[in-house]
């Protein structure tokens, strides 16, 4: 009852409770709360439905006092709808809420933030169409640039964008501390804009690696702030989803970086074009921005309560604000602390937390996930599957589909326990790879199992390894050093990409393929047993509870 009576406090509604009763659900064994009261007829206020999904229902209490009373189960909401139609229509003034879990009782944050998450997933996009889009082009641009027999500098090409990365990761989080989330957002544009362009218009190979160089510092500023800033304005009953989100864009940028290399056969040049796409989302986002709210979290701790006021009402509404503002207080967001140093990031109070971060990018890379994408063509090769566009396009489906998955499950199962899940089913998958290589038994079946471990494989990381990391670091890391923590560790994740592209074939040619899947499927299972020790849950807790009980633990 708890609940209903701070709902109608909170709300400062004249409702007069006539009769309260609870009972015990048959089915699902939940406690559900049946409420009669009385409407005085001076607080008579119209009333509106909507039905929003299966599971969800929501009544409006008032014109000018817009308020929802909703419930998330799993049974039709017209029931809950219909309820309130028949007593209010007429204007008798009494109500009966009925068959709504006592505990599911809420006010529901606002949709709004849902186009801001959009323009923020641009960068997104061209993290993955920037990583992707070398791979069909690389043929032609070399034949063009005279570097068609030089494998070096086609090397430097292709490499030149992650030391870009790694840079960018660092700069993104100083600068996203220094300058807020919206102008680190509006300055990353620069980098993107200039690199795609030198890239398109290069005569020679050393304007081609200005131009990788300068989108790869581009994308390395998207990948620290694009998580970061979705995770501090998403209401924290949908930060998972949201979060997810990110990942979800960047597949959906290395498929649309596929798809535009399909001209390529019939026009040489065209690889110009795939370079200069890239220029219109980068403006797309610095202008979007313009129209985006910074982040309260970053505005409070700057002791910029009225401006984090105004950009909570854009984001929530303004009746969360109140809430959302007890929460930053309770959280420590506006304590006078200074904003960390990198140092500080080593210290005892942080570095347990840290180093947790930067080993979730360890393990999502030496697990072994570009040297699967990268064989995958010629294991589909042996398959019968002859076609590179297709190969390249059933792995980009599988991680897309994997994602879309994720991103429902993130709120329902876990962050936790879908980093399990997913290590262990790669596990699993590189063994069966690593199999298909070494015994010679299989042979027959070589071909057909290595395609199945393959997309078995892309589709384990993306419900996990994949899109979780980004979304929990934002969420493990305290407030003051949330930027740099999330730069250092996105640093340790563009390093490791670089090490792994540069050692890769001389460690095959050395070992052989399939002693180093299995040494990746070891990985693999040391990075679930490193998660089920060591990683917290995070999910349905707000950013500054998860701080409050890390602080506590420490």
């Known amino acids: 009852m708890a609940a209903i009576t701070k709902l109608l406090l909170l709300h400062s509604l004249s409702l007069t409770s006539r009769s309260q009763q609870t009972e015990k659900d048959g089915i699902s064994g939940e406690r559900w709360c049946t409420t009669v009261w009385s409407l005085p007829e001076e607080a008579s206020l119209s009333l509106s439905f909507q039905v929003a999904g299966q599971g969800l229902g929501c009544a409006w209490l008032g014109q000018e006092e ?5 419930r998330v189960v799993d049974a039709g909401p017209w029931i809950l709808l219909r309820r309130f139609a028949g007593r209010f229509r007429g204007g008798d003034g009494t109500g009966d809420l009925e068959n709504v879990p006592t505990d599911k009782l809420q006010t529901k944050p606002s949709g709004h933030v849902l186009p801001y998450v959009g323009v923020a997933c641009l960068g997104a996009i061209l993290f993955g169409y920037h990583l992707a889009v070398v791979n069909g082009a690389l043929e032609y641009l070399a034949r063009d640039l005279g570097i068609a027999k030089n494998t070096v500098l086609q090397g430097w090409v292709v490499s030149t964008t992650l030391a870009g990365a790694t840079v960018g990761s660092f700069t993104g989080g100083a600068l996203a501390d220094k300058l807020g989330r919206i102008r680190t957002f509006q300055l990353d544009a620069i980098p993107l804009v200039i690199g795609a362009f030198l890239s398109a ?18 994308i390395g500023i998207s990948s620290a702030i ?3 800033y979705i995770s501090e304005i998403s209401p924290t009953e949908i930060r998972g989803a949201l979060g997810s989100v990110n990942q979800l864009f960047i597949c959906i940028g290395i498929l649309v970086a ?29 202008l979007g921005m313009a129209v985006c709210p910074e982040s309260p979290r970053w505005l409070f701790q700057q002791g910029k309560l009225s401006q984090a006021e105004t950009a909570m009402k854009k984001l929530y509404g303004k009746e969360k604000v109140a809430e959302v503002m007890h929460g930053l207080r309770a959280g420590g967001e506006g304590s006078t602390e200074p904003d960390a140093g990198w ?35 010629a294991v589909f090769r042996s398959a019968g599957i002859s076609s590179d566009v297709a190969a390249s396009a059933l792995v980009g489906a599988s991680n897309v589909f994997g994602t879309i998955i994720a991103s429902s499950l ?18 699993a998958s590189m063994l069966l790879l690593s199999l298909c290589f070494t015994w010679k038994s299989l042979a027959p079946y070589s071909g057909t199992l290595a ?42 994740h563009w390093v490791s990409n670089f090490v792994i592209g540069l050692c890769f074939l001389s460690v095959v040619t050395r070992f052989g393929i399939g002693r180093v899947y299995l040494g990746f499927a070891t990985v693999c299972v040391l990075a679930a047993l490193y998660i089920a020790g060591n990683v917290v849950e995070t999910k349905g ?13 420490d």
């Open 258 to 286: 596929l798809v535009a290399g399909l001209p390529l056969a019939g026009n040489p040049i065209w690889w110009r074009t795939m370079f200069a796409v890239a220029i219109f989302p980068a403006l797309l986002m610095a």
């Open 226 to 228: 694009v998580p970061l």
């Open 410 to 427: 993130m709120d329902k199962r876990g962050r936790k326990s879908l980093l399990i899940t997913s290590f262990t089913g790669m596990a």
């Open 66 to 70: 817009e308020r929802k009373i909703e």
């Open 201 to 218: 218009t290069a005569q020679d190979v050393r304007t081609m690696i200005i131009g990788r160089l300068l989108a790869g510092v581009g």
């Open 343 to 377: 140092f500080d990031l080593f210290s005892k109070r942080y570095w347990k937390v840290v180093s947790v971060g930067a080993a979730l990018f360890l393990f999502q890379q030496f697990a072994g996930i570009n040297a699967v994408v990268y064989y995958s063509t």
């Open 541 to 553: 807790r707000s950013l500054e509870e998860i701080e409050r009980a890390l602080s506590t633990a």
């Open 451 to 492: 395609v199945l471990g393959t997309v078995l494989y892309v589709l384990s990381f993306s419900l996990g390894a994949g899109p979780v990391p980004a979304l929990l670091l934002p969420e493990i890391f305290a407030s003051r050093i949330r930027a740099k923590a999330v730069a250092l560790s996105l640093g340790m």
